[in-house]
């Protein structure tokens, strides 16, 4: 029963952070017009490093070399997802870069086949198939055809698959303080580097533009992050990942009200199939 009542809570913790990342699709493509997106990943994980550095003080630095090394694997995969998926941003919708990513639910039992040599079950196959017919609805001619954003927002999702399969490995027995940490200075320090060789920088943001950059540093990261990285192992990668499904779902609706994005009846039909395959995925008995 305690245990149970462990994985209830870690479970409610999660759905709390998705709540929070299905706002920031539509937050990030406004913060877009006036920031360029490898620097903004850059100055979202310098606060953050230095939130949290303050907020835990000596602790945060103090970790052992495994949690830096195992940190470190992890913050190159959250850098790779997040860089991603803000450069796709400026190629395709806020709706479709959300069900795009949210893809990352049927990539994570590939993923644990592969990492942890788990098979997947039939469910997972089934959902698989459902979700690729969802992605070409929702990319189809008729929708709004499948574009560098698209591709990018792909790529994201077997990054995020990945890291919360590593995640799920490497949280084991350390300190979730000490493997937050170092995943915020990897991201900082692949954002500046990566921002310095292959964009042309964008500063500073306008007013509303700081306001989206301090939400998405204290809630979207800080918050976020920690949370994740303290609560996941108490529930499965699998749970996890069908909380995370409901993302896309709140971020399309974020997008209609804040931004007026449509995603017309086919779009509609595939976000439904790909919520429909994680789901069908996720929830099917082992």
């Avoid at 990943?41 to 495994?66: D, H, N, W």
């Avoid at 806020?94 to 949210?102: H, M, R, V, W």
């Avoid at 469910?123 to 560098?148: A, D, K, Q, R």
């Avoid at 954003?149 to 000490?178: R, T």
Wanted: glycine letters at 10%.
């Amino acid at each position: 029963e305690a245990r149970m009542s462990t994985r209830i809570k870690a479970e409610l913790f999660l759905l709390s952070l998705t709540v929070i990342w299905g706002s920031t699709f539509v937050l990030s493509k406004q913060l877009l017009e006036s920031i360029s997106p490898l620097i903004g990943i850059a100055i979202r994980f310098a606060f953050a490093t230095i939130l949290f550095g303050a907020f835990f003080r000596r602790k945060a630095f103090a970790g052992p070399k495994s949690s830096w090394k195992r940190g470190g694997i992890l913050g190159v995969l959250l850098f790779l997802g997040f860089a991603s998926q803000t450069v796709g941003l400026q190629y395709t919708g806020a709706s479709k870069s959300a069900f795009i990513t949210g893809m990352m639910v049927v990539f994570t039992p590939i993923c644990q086949l592969v990492i942890e040599r788990r098979a997947p079950k039939v469910g997972n196959v089934i959902g698989v198939m459902l979700v690729t017919l969802g992605l070409y609805f929702l990319t189809s001619p008729e929708g709004s055809e499948f574009n560098l954003g698209d591709g990018l927002n792909l790529f994201c999702a077997v990054s995020f698959a990945l890291y919360i399969v590593y995640l799920d490995v490497f949280s084991k027995g350390q300190d979730a303080v000490h493997l937050t940490m170092a995943q915020f200075v990897t991201c900082t320090v692949l954002g500046i580097a990566f921002a310095l060789s292959f964009e042309s920088v964008r500063l500073p943001p306008t007013v509303m533009g700081g306001l989206t950059l301090l939400y998405l540093i204290v809630f979207a990261t800080v918050i976020a992050i920690f949370v994740q990285n303290r609560y996941q192992k108490d529930t499965t990668p699998t749970r996890s990942a069908v909380i995370f499904s409901i993302e896309p779902v709140l971020a399309a609706g974020f997008a209609y009200v804040l931004l007026g994005e449509v995603l017309g009846a086919l779009g509609v039909v595939g976000g439904a199939l790909i919520v429909g395959g994680v789901l069908i995925s996720e929830l099917s008995p082992g």
